[in-house]
C-alpha cells in the first residue's frame, strides 16, 4: 500500500514562509498527489496537487500565486513551498495520493502536520 508522512509546520508569522515535505512509500512518478488543509472547526479542503507524467498542477484559487506544489522523484517526496502565509492558512495540511490506476478521489492520505500563522 501506499503509505505518506508529512512534515515541515510549525508556527510561523504572517507574511512568513515554510516548506512541508511529504515521503511516499512508493515512487512518486506512479502516483498522483495533491495537499489539502482542514482548519479548526471547518470541513478539510483542496489546496493543490500536481497529476500525470507531464506533472500538471492545479491550485486553490485563495492560495495561487503564494503556494508551490512540486516533487522530488529521486526522495519520493511531494513538497509544498508556502509563501507569504496569511492567518486564514492556519490549518493541519495533508498529503495524499491515487495510483493513476485507481479512479476516484485520493484514497491514501497521511497523518497531517500542523500549521499556525501568528500576527
Known amino acids: 500500500q501506499v503509505q505518506l508522512k508529512e512534515s515541515g509546520g510549525g508556527l510561523v508569522q504572517a507574511g512568513g514562509s515554510l516548506r512541508l515535505s511529504c515521503v511516499a512509500t512508493?515512487?512518486?512518478?506512479?502516483?498522483?498527489m495533491a495537499w489539502y488543509r482542514q482548519a479548526p472547526g471547518k470541513e478539510r479542503d483542496f489546496v493543490a496537487d500536481i497529476v500525470g507524467e507531464g506533472d500538471s498542477t492545479t491550485y486553490t484559487d485563495s492560495v495561487k500565486g503564494r503556494f508551490t506544489i512540486s516533487r522530488d522523484n529521486a526522495k519520493n517526496m511531494l513538497y509544498l513551498q508556502m509563501n507569504n502565509l496569511k492567518l486564514e492558512d492556519t490549518a493541519v495540511y495533508y498529503c495524499?495520493?491515487?495510483?493513476?490506476?485507481?479512479?476516484?478521489?485520493?484514497?491514501?492520505w497521511g497523518q497531517g502536520t500542523q500549521v499556525i500563522v501568528s500576527s
Open positions: 512508493r515512487p512518486v512518478t506512479e502516483l498522483d
Open positions: 495524499a495520493a491515487r495510483r493513476r490506476t485507481e479512479v476516484g478521489g485520493y484514497i491514501h
